[in-house]
């Protein structure tokens, strides 16, 4: 165990580090997938997000509150383009927008609408009562001492998510989440405490945004590589625009085409991680594909699943 503890600054070090020099590589020669598209840009889905039903606690605007942390989450992230916030009647008018769109190759529709509501609220207090209890001082007396009654607090909140895909209103998520926060004081009388209430929404909505933003997880496409002995990098078409930020762990996918039914499959042949040198809309990237070949063409898409190194 002492071993451990004293390795572990090392293997930190090792296993964070994510800083390249370009001069230390050199370019590799490697093929172009048979099935990778015409076009390399970043795929970013662009979306509505509908505004939360009308929901009010104690005077507490919620829907209000939980519609526009959604959408700051979403923007900040960048993973996808958010282009209207809509109100449930303009709903149709989304899915005129998006059917146009994809006859004229348009920019006016968007891919998803996200909706949301908010589905329960409670604000919980709990009574303690005081009681005597005994210590010892330093001659070894003991000495009675008493905690006065406090009330602690308990505010959870469920909202409900759906991701729908336009125009045909398919459901490709629907999921419930909830968050809780708690607080407590030593006034012996009920208190409303309205932060409480807001931060098991901010609660709710961040447990939300983490997997949402695995459902708009931006692809990317690998256009260059570079060696330096075992050690390789590769340059993808995602950058800053599209949410990259140094050490940023990334799933890289050999790309191939179903003979019988002509449809693109894509198979993990590694992992990623963005190193230092990040432009607008591309960055070079670590690479450990296990002696598997890189291929110009090869996809790939963030992971946020969570690993040893992410305690850290």
Sequence with gaps: MRFFF????????????????????????????????????????????????????????????????????????????ILRIINENQIKDEIKAAEIAKETDGDIGADYLIKGAILNVTFTPKYHRGYYYYVKNKKGEKIIKYSPPYYSYEACLQINIQILKLPEMQSDFDKIFSGCSYYSDNVPYIKFYPDLILKSLNKSVADAYNYVKKFFAPKGYIYEVRKNGDELIAKITLGKNQGMKE??????????????????????????KVSNIIFENSCWITADTDDVELKIGDMVKPNFEISFWDLF
């Design 6 to 81: 004293f390795l572990l600054p090392v293997l930190l070090f090792l296993g964070c580090s994510s800083k390249i020099n370009l001069a230390d590589y050199r370019p590799a020669y490697v093929p172009k997938s048979s099935a990778a598209p015409a076009d390399f840009s970043a795929e970013i889905k662009k979306v509505s997000i509908v505004k939360f039903p009308k929901y009010k606690y104690r005077n507490l605007n919620l829907s209000q509150n939980a519609t526009h942390r959604l959408k700051f989450l979403l923007q900040n992230s960048k993973f996808v383009k």
């Design 247 to 272: 050490r940023m762990k990334l799933n890289i996918y050999d790309l191939k085409k179903d003979p019988l039914t002509g449809e693109i499959e894509k198979y993990k042949i590694g992992e990623g």
